[in-house]
Each structure stands twice: as structure tokens, then as C-alpha cells.
């Protein structure tokens, strides 16, 4: 009898045992399985809804620059009508024609006729053509355009060879606005005849 109630004792404490793992262990599954599914479901949420891009306000293009330099041309202001092949006045005689003057960009002959060059406002051309003072010839030079106004101009004799080089015509033309003018000159008899085979000269001028 006695040995009958210790292995009922046993049996007891070995079911309380049992009872106790089995408990613990559904403790702990309740305790760390739902922060587990939770976890689960936040990487779901996360890869089902990216995040999104909102895309950068468009800018506006930028009007292209000239580059220093080129032939490109740059906008004009020019008014259709002043840009009309003319004559123009010269703007400032202060400084004799046969005088150095400060702000000359280039200074051409009539070897380079035809050529195109590139002038910031301010800048000066300068061009030095033949002239006979003996022979009542003259150069006739209209410009087109808007981008230039003559300085000054004129006629003046060195006093070496009156009948063939010793003349020589001198204009300078300031850049004063953006665009393309040209320069187209003539040499003939006053007012309009032009003699057969005499000299011209042409110039494009490009202000930036």
C-alpha cells in the first residue's frame, strides 16, 4: 500500500511537469509570434506601397548665348527700316582721321575685304582704303544693319605720290547694339558712276 501512494506521488508530480512545459510553451508562442507576424506584415506593406517620387518642376530653357567669338548670330533690336542699306553720319570728329584712336578692335585694308569678324559693343573696326587725290574719285560706303555707328571718316594725303598711293580713305565703326550689319563699299566717280574694275570693299560685323 505504502509503495502504491509513492508511485502515485510520481505520477502526480511527473503530470505537473507536463502541464507546466506545456504551458510555458504556449506563453511564449503567444509572446513572440504576433510581433513576428507584425514584422511580416510591415515588409509586406512596405513592398506593396513604394514610395512615391514626385517628379521636379520643369525650368524653363535658357535662350541660348552666343559664344565669344563665333558667327552665330546674336537677337537683333533692329527696326526693319533703320536697318536699310544707308549712309551714315559720323557721330564724333574730335579726333583728326589720320589720328590714333583709343578702342580699335581691328584695323583693315582692302587685302581683306569680304572677311566677317566679331565686335562687343564698344568695340571699334577700322577700315584704311586707296585713294587718288588727284582724280575726283570717292568712296561711296553704305551700311546695313543696326549694329553700327561711324565714328568719324575721311579723306587724307600723305603727299608721296599725288597721282596714285599717296590718298588714303579711313572710317571707324563702333559696335553699339546686337546684331549683324554689313559694309559694302564702292570706289567711283562722285556722285553715283562707278569706273569699270574699281575697287570695293565688303565687311560683315557681328555685335555681341
Known amino acids: 500500500m505504502e509503495k502504491l501512494k509513492i508511485n502515485a506521488y510520481y505520477l502526480a508530480v511527473l503530470v505537473c511537469l507536463v502541464i507546466l ?24 506593406d512596405l513592398t506593396l506601397q513604394p514610395t512615391p517620387v514626385t517628379p521636379a518642376p520643369a525650368q524653363p530653357a535658357s535662350p541660348a548665348v552666343p559664344i565669344t567669338g563665333s558667327t552665330q548670330d546674336p537677337v537683333s533690336r533692329c527696326n526693319p527700316q533703320d536697318a536699310e542699306p544707308r549712309v551714315p553720319v559720323p557721330v564724333d570728329t574730335s579726333v583728326p582721321i589720320q589720328d590714333p584712336m583709343p578702342g580699335i578692335r581691328y584695323s583693315l585694308n582692302e587685302s581683306e575685304s569680304g572677311r566677317t569678324i566679331v565686335l562687343e559693343k564698344g568695340e571699334i ?20 544693319g543696326c549694329g553700327l555707328e561711324l565714328v568719324n571718316d575721311g579723306y587724307y594725303d600723305t603727299g608721296t605720290d599725288f597721282w596714285n598711293t599717296s590718298g588714303h580713305y579711313r572710317a571707324r ?25 574699281a575697287p570695293e ?6 555685335v555681341k
Open 173 to 197: 565703326y563702333r559696335a553699339v547694339s546686337p546684331g549683324r550689319s554689313f559694309i559694302d563699299g564702292t570706289f567711283g566717280a562722285s556722285p553715283s558712276g562707278i569706273a569699270n574694275g
Open 21 to 44: 512545459v506545456i504551458a510555458g510553451s504556449y506563453f511564449v508562442y503567444n509572446t513572440y509570434r504576433p510581433s513576428e507576424n507584425l514584422h511580416q506584415d510591415q515588409q509586406q
Open 201 to 206: 570693299f565688303n565687311l560683315t560685323v557681328i
Open 125 to 144: 573696326v577700322e577700315i584704311n582704303l586707296r585713294w587718288a587725290p588727284g582724280v575726283a574719285w570717292s568712296w561711296n560706303i553704305p551700311v546695313s
